[in-house]
């Protein structure tokens, strides 16, 4: 079964960083482009970053880019996400999907910033 | 924030039909594909229609998709309670070199 799970939410104050994980199962994640896409309390889904199958191009939005780190390691098919700087509109579900197409989610990881 | 806009919201009685529109523009509906997902309550969205007008296998017929020029269009034949989700269009952009995401619409 093709499988995303993400982990290493939680809250931290502003300023502050977390490294959120996504691991893939069912699929050969070398082969993919993967995507982070996030969601705010009670609002729409926004994309956050797309990283090639070899992680050698990254994408970025506006609004993480110089804040926010992708990476990839395909030999033990994860995906990671370092979240430095955060401000309190980064509070959100983070989720990680496959391809730009999204045709794979997980479940998501919940991220809190407040003081 | 969201460059694509979809009516907030739309609405029928089981057994109709609905239509869910989403604009865009040249920089990402007019030059990329679009897709749509839907999102239950609670719940990771997923994906329903790829490539402008195609199913994934295990989606129902009553979910058509259409698009033309810089907007495309989502119908639902059929509604079902289950159906009750939000729903969002997404293409690529060529001018921010990413993922653009309709507003949203619920469907009631």
């Known amino acids: 079964e093709v499988q995303l799970v993400e982990s290493g939410g939680g809250s931290v104050q502003p300023g502050g960083s977390l490294r959120l994980s996504c691991a893939a199962s069912?699929?050969?994640?070398?082969?993919?482009?993967m995507t982070w896409v996030r969601q705010a309390p009670g609002k729409g889904l926004e994309w956050v970053v797309y990283?090639?199958?070899?992680?050698?191009?990254?994408y970025y939005a506006e609004s993480v880019r110089g804040r926010f780190t992708i990476s990839r390691d395909n030999a033990k098919n994860s995906l990671a996400l370092q979240l430095d700087s955060l401000r309190g509109e980064d509070t959100a579900v983070y989720y990680c999907?496959?391809?730009?197409?999204?045709?794979?989610w997980g479940k998501g990881t919940t991220v809190t910033v407040s003081s | 924030q969201s460059v694509l806009t979809q009516p907030p919201s739309v609405s029928a009685a089981p057994g109709q039909k609905v239509a869910i529109s989403c604009s865009g523009s040249?920089?990402?509906?007019?030059?990329?594909?679009v897709s749509w997902y839907q999102q239950l309550p609670g719940t990771a969205p997923k994906r329903l229609i790829y490539?402008?007008?195609q199913r994934p296998s295990g989606i129902p017929d009553r979910f058509s998709a259409s698009k033309s020029g810089t907007s495309a269009t989502l119908g639902i034949t059929g509604l079902q309670s289950g159906d009750e989700a939000d729903y969002y269009c997404?293409?690529?952009?060529?001018?921010?070199?990413?993922?653009?995401f309709g507003t949203g619409t619920k469907v009631t």
């Open positions: 990283i090639s199958s070899s992680g050698s191009t990254k």
């Open positions: 490539d402008n007008t």
């Open positions: 069912g699929f050969t994640f070398s082969n993919y482009e």
């Open positions: 999907a496959r391809r730009l197409e999204l045709d794979v």
């Open positions: 997404a293409a690529w952009d060529t001018s921010l070199s990413g993922i653009v």
């Open positions: 040249s920089s990402n509906i007019g030059r990329s594909a």
